[in-house]
């Protein structure tokens, strides 16, 4: 079976602090994309010979999967040293998500909290709070992109907005406080790590994950985006 890799459209969109990173693609025959995401979110999708589709007008590629290496998220660490702080990490849990368009298992296996940013992200941001996830992600063998802390979003009963993963603006300060950024898995790895937010007054008792996955178009299939809430139990 050939892999393929996808690399997903993207569009600017004018949500605060979240957007998406500008792909190119490879040589191979080029995959039609539809889908809008979500208002108040605009995560990158994981797919590959299905093309991701955005709101905006966007494009996407599929390459062979020995084309190139897999994408990777782009860090952009924030400047300075974090401030010394004492992270409280606990035990939690999922049901397990899996995608059945590209394969991929995802659960949740932890949080942190007591996340210090710096610079930029020194605080967070309209009176939230830095609330860190622990993701264990297994990725399909179909497609050569998985999921990535994008896929993953965040809320609190406390709000209806949906968060998006802050962790490609913080991987230094995660990093010097002991706590691994989750990068996406190659096809058929597992891969664990934390993807950071800031949500509003979240308990051990009312947080939320949120999968998103964009719209798919392949082999004169069209699959519709993903948008599925699991509850996070702590403890």
Not at 146 to 165: G, H, R, V
Request: charged content about 15%.
């Amino acid at each position: 079976m050939n892999k393929h890799r996808l690399l997903p459209a993207c569009a600017l969109l004018a949500a605060a602090a979240f957007g998406l990173s500008a792909c190119t693609g490879g040589s191979t025959p080029a995959a039609s994309s539809t889908g809008a995401a979500p208002a108040s979110t605009s995560p990158s999708a994981s797919s590959a010979a299905p093309s991701t589709s955005a709101e905006a007008s966007t494009s996407a590629s599929a390459t062979e999967a020995t084309a190139s290496t897999p994408a990777s998220e782009t860090s952009s660490s924030s400047a300075g040293t974090a401030a010394a702080s004492k992270i409280e990490e606990k035990k939690a849990s999922s049901e397990t998500i899996t995608d059945e368009v590209l394969g991929d298992k995802i659960k949740v296996t932890g949080i942190a909290n007591g996340f210090q940013g710096t610079g930029t992200w020194a605080t967070p941001p309209g009176g939230t709070t830095y609330v860190a996830v622990k993701y264990t992600v297994t990725a399909g063998t179909k497609y050569y992109n998985s999921t990535s802390c994008s896929n993953l979003l965040l809320k609190t009963d406390a709000a209806t907005s949906k968060a998006t993963s802050i962790t490609t603006s913080v991987k230094a300060d995660m990093s010097e406080q002991k706590l691994t950024p989750f990068d996406s898995p190659e096809p058929g790895k597992t891969a664990e790590g934390y993807c950071v937010y800031y949500v509003k007054a979240p308990t051990d008792t009312n947080l939320t994950l949120v999968y998103y996955r964009l719209g798919l178009q392949a082999s004169g299939k069209t699959y519709p985006k993903v948008e599925d809430e699991y509850k996070i139990k702590v403890g």
